[in-house]
Structure formats: C-alpha cells, structure tokens
C-alpha cells in the first residue's frame, strides 16, 4: 500500500507541474500545529514533505504561526518545535505585532499570503501543509492548491479538488482541440501573397485574381484528394500484375533480319593434354603397329 500511495502522490504532483505550472523547489507553507505534530511524532519536517511531494521542496512559515509558537514556548516539547520552525523560510504576511497584538488565526493568515484579492486562483504557486480542517476546507475552492497534513504519523497528500479537476480537464480539451486546428489560415495567407505576386507581375489586375482563384481551387480540391481514407487497404498492385510474355518480331524487317543474323558459335572443349597424350599413345598403338605374320603362314 505505501508504494501504491507513493506512486499516485508523484502522478499527482506531475498533475499539478502541467495544469497549474509547480516547479521544483516546491514552496510549502506550514502551520504551528502541523510542526508541533511533526515533532510530536518523531518525524523529520522537510525530509517527510520530499518524500511525500516527490521532490525538493522550501518550508516556509508565516509571521503570525511562528508567534504562535513563541507564545507556548512554556509549555512542554514546544522548543524543538520552535527550533524546526527556525530552520524554515520566514514568509512575511504583513501582519505586525504593532498592528496585530495578537497573531491572526490560520484561516486568515494564510488566505491573505495565498489568495489576497479572492481571485480563486493559487498565483505564487504555494503548497499548504496543514493540520486545520477548517482551513483545507476553506483551500479546496482555491484552484490548484496541493494540501497535506499528518495522520496517525503517517504524511498524506490530499486529491485534487473539484475546481482544480475542472481547470485541468478543460485545459486537456484546449490542448486536444489545438492539436486537431488544420494550418488552413497559414495556406490562405500564402496563397493569397503568390495571387498579389502574379497580379503585380501582370499588367492587368484581373488576370492575377484568376490566377489566385484558380490556386485557390486546386489547392482545395487538392487537400480533399489528399485526405486519408480509413478501412481495409487493398493488395500490393506489383504483386497483382500478370506475368509479361515474350515479345515476337512483328514486322517483317525484323523478321529477316532476325533469319539472316549469323548463328551463334559453339563453344568447343579443348581436351588436356594428358588426355590427349594418352588418347594419342592409345590409338597410335593400334593402328601403326606392325602386323605379324607367322613363320608358318610364309611358307
């Protein structure tokens, strides 16, 4: 299960990189209560927010949760607590202590660092690491706001929230419908300066409109051809051609002339000469030997 859980948070934060435009290091605000649960449980701040957000990230703290934080400092384990906080970002919200004796809480704190002007929309492109269910509540209307928070020691990243899917989805659309846009308006637009070339290259301007209509036309009925068909292609027309046969003379020039063409030579074998030495001695033998004639026959 936790390899299932990592691999859907690192598809859900590449999600948000293409929709919304995160990028590394992720700017990840955090509340007091989220870095006293940290502490809480023995875990490493930012060491547990890479591994969940798959990437480096930059904690950062307001002005307001750090205060809060120096206001328990009595009270039992807050020191490691305030000293975490220290190692993170300091991110100003604008709320002093002269203006604000006391911290603001972490609602409005945080909508004021990510959503000042109510637009709905997460402009610097903040990560929310809290444990205020009010608050993620309230975040879940902001498009593309990734929020995590501790449960049970264990650090979850929230799904994608209904405005967020929605922009996403739409932006999908946007990018599939520019995809299928044919470049017809950059054809025109060339074909239409070769018709004002030819128009200025001839001396009257109506021949030149022809000339730009007569593109104009071909060029359409020319893409038509060109439009692919879909369905079952048909054979391979070299593979459906009939054998060719022998051409015969058809005139009677060619005819004689084939008839009084020389025949071609025979190519004769020429013996070896071992051979023929061995033939030689044997047919010499034969016939020049001397005929013997008994001395009884001569007389």
């Avoid at 807050?78 to 991110?91: D, G, P, Y």
């Avoid at 990560?127 to 706001?145: D, W």
């Avoid at 846009?181 to 070339?197: A, F, S």
Wanted: hydrophobic content about 25%; proline content about 6%; some cysteine.
């Amino acid at each position: 299960m936790r390899g299932k859980r990592s691999k859907q948070y690192r598809k859900l934060m590449e999600r948000y990189c293409m929709t919304f435009g995160f990028r590394e290091p992720y700017q990840v605000l955090v509340d007091a209560e989220m870095v006293q649960d940290s502490c809480r449980f023995k875990m490493e701040l930012e060491p547990a927010l890479q591994r969940t957000a798959h990437g480096k990230v930059k904690p950062m703290i307001t002005q307001c949760e750090i205060r809060k934080l120096y206001a328990k400092k009595n009270e039992p384990g807050i020191n490691e607590a305030i000293e975490v906080a220290k190692s993170c970002e300091r991110r100003r919200c604008g709320h002093h202590p002269d203006e604000y004796p006391e911290p603001l809480s972490t609602l409005e704190c945080f909508q004021s660092v990510i959503d000042p002007k109510d637009t709905g929309e997460n402009k610097h492109r903040y990560v929310v690491a809290s444990q205020n269910h009010e608050l993620r509540r309230t975040l879940r209307g902001v498009r593309g706001v990734p929020l995590i928070y501790i449960k049970r020691s264990v650090m979850i990243l929230e799904p994608m929230s209904d405005e967020s899917v929605q922009i996403r989805a739409r932006e999908e659309r946007k990018k599939f419908r520019a995809g299928l846009k044919p470049t017809i308006g950059k054809r025109k637009r060339e074909e239409k300066e070769d018709g004002e070339d030819d128009a200025a290259g001839n001396p009257g301007g109506e021949g030149g409109d022809e000339t730009a209509s007569g593109i104009n036309g071909s060029s359409a009925e020319a893409a038509r051809k060109k439009k692919k068909r879909h369905g079952p292609k048909g054979p391979n027309p070299l593979s459906v051609q009939k054998a060719k046969k022998k051409s015969q003379p058809s005139t009677k020039e060619e005819q004689t002339r084939d008839a009084e063409a020389p025949a071609k030579r025979k190519r004769q074998r020429k013996a070896k000469p071992s051979e023929a030495s061995a033939s030689t001695d044997h047919d010499g033998g034969d016939r020049g030997a001397p005929t013997a004639v008994s001395a009884g026959g001569e007389s």
